[in-house]
């Protein structure tokens, strides 16, 4: 089932960011269904985190979307190639977010390689790495703002644990410019092998 609105207005924006491990996160762009197990994420604090794109109270017209209500998607150009997806946590004025680093493909395989144009890449290789996981699936720095819970981008729950002791926690990646904050512990990852085992 589809993660209700309840999941993203919580305020603890590191806690739902290690709780996303585990969920799938789902396209349908253009009818095309694709989506897999997210397995790494990086939880961004507002304006108390110099690594947020808010920190400070700092609202532009790419940002503002992360001051709206949670459930939201905010989708940003990095290095004016990538369009990186974030998760919009806790509620108005608040400008808390998750960005998906990583999934675990499960549907749609073969449309992820067309869209990423590596026919020969194994399932583990499609989606790792935030570039990675929006050119897979489809998503676009123009589809920031659209609601979670429609039916063109959302995570939904299917049960699946995983347990503490496959979880890596560590500081983000490429956020040097934040000072100290950038040694928080705000990176969650599932090794790829663990979907593999057995």
Known sequence: MKLPLSFYLRKDVVKISRELLGKYLFTNIDGIFTGGIITETEAYNGEVDRASHAFGGRRTNRTEI????????YVYLCYGIHSLFNVVTNKNGIPHAVLVRAIYPVEGMDQMRIRRKRSKASDAELCIGPGTVSQALGIHFKDSGK?????????????????????????RIGVDYAGKDALLPYRFRVLHSYFTKG
Do not use: C, F, R
């Open 66 to 73: 992360m001051y709206g209500e949670g459930g939201h998607a």
């Open 147 to 171: 609601s979670l819970l429609e039916n063109e981008i959302w995570i939904e729950d299917k049960g699946l644990k995983i347990p503490a002791k496959e979880i890596i926690v560590g500081p």
